[in-house]
């Protein structure tokens, strides 16, 4: 099992422009999840879902937008990106133990 | 308000001596907690929780509710224990908030 995979590793985007980080796993799981780190922070929840076609907003929403149409997939849309939006980004999923989560290796993201 | 604050940012601890990584929370009703850690160039994962009252790695945490707190301890450091540990709570809603974290540096 590869897990759960983000892509790109790295990313530098202008202000203003859009991407879609994606987030893949293959262990089936219902529960999926996307954080972002700020440097001494800890991690915030942007979105969640808990099954496919299921999302809710976590924490620091806005600026972001997700879709769930697979257990598979669950990509991070940004629309206009912001110099707020620069971090690191983690995707995560888990099962029916929410509390075990299973990282992805993460995005760096920069918007200049 | 839920919170979970870890009140230092780094800690630096000889090889041998104990650990201790501090975890406070703020929670009406009894959370779940756990501990998170990140060894470098790996990914984030589950080091222990405190319902399974489980020693991982030499680790333990218990939860104080009077003091709501849930220590990390160790009673000798290792150089392989040097990371970065986050605290962690799940709410009534299932969504887990993070502590900042703490670096643990261990010296040899």
């Known amino acids: 099992n590869a897990g759960v995979t983000q892509t790109p590793k790295f990313r530098i985007l202008k202000i203003g422009q859009s991407m879609t980080l994606q987030c893949t796993q293959d262990m089936n799981h219902n529960y999926m999840y996307w954080y972002r780190q700020d440097p001494g922070m800890g991690l915030k929840l942007i979105y969640y879902s808990v099954g496919a076609g299921i999302t809710d907003k976590g924490e620091v929403p806005n600026g972001y937008n997700v879709s769930r149409s697979t257990t598979e997939d669950f990509p991070l849309r940004l629309e206009l990106a912001a110099p707020s939006q620069t971090s690191v980004y983690f995707c995560?999923?888990?099962?029916?133990?929410?509390?075990?989560?299973?990282f992805g290796s993460g995005t760096q993201l920069s918007v200049l | 308000a839920q919170r979970v604050t870890q009140p230092e940012k780094l800690l630096s601890v000889f090889k041998g001596a104990p650990v201790e990584l501090k975890c406070n929370y703020s929670?009406?009703?009894?959370?779940?907690l756990f501990w998170y850690v990140q060894y470098s160039r790996q990914r984030l994962q589950l080091l222990l929780r405190h319902i399974s009252r489980e020693s991982i790695k030499g680790f333990t945490a218990d939860l104080n509710k009077g003091e709501t707190s849930f220590h990390l301890k160790k009673p000798f450091a290792q150089e392989e224990d040097s990371a970065m540990y986050y605290c962690a709570l799940m709410n009534r809603d299932d969504k887990i908030i993070f502590g900042k974290g703490t670096r643990l540096h261990i010296l040899p």
């Open positions: 929670y009406s009703g009894s959370p779940e």
């Open positions: 995560a999923s888990s099962d029916q133990d929410r509390v075990r989560l299973f």
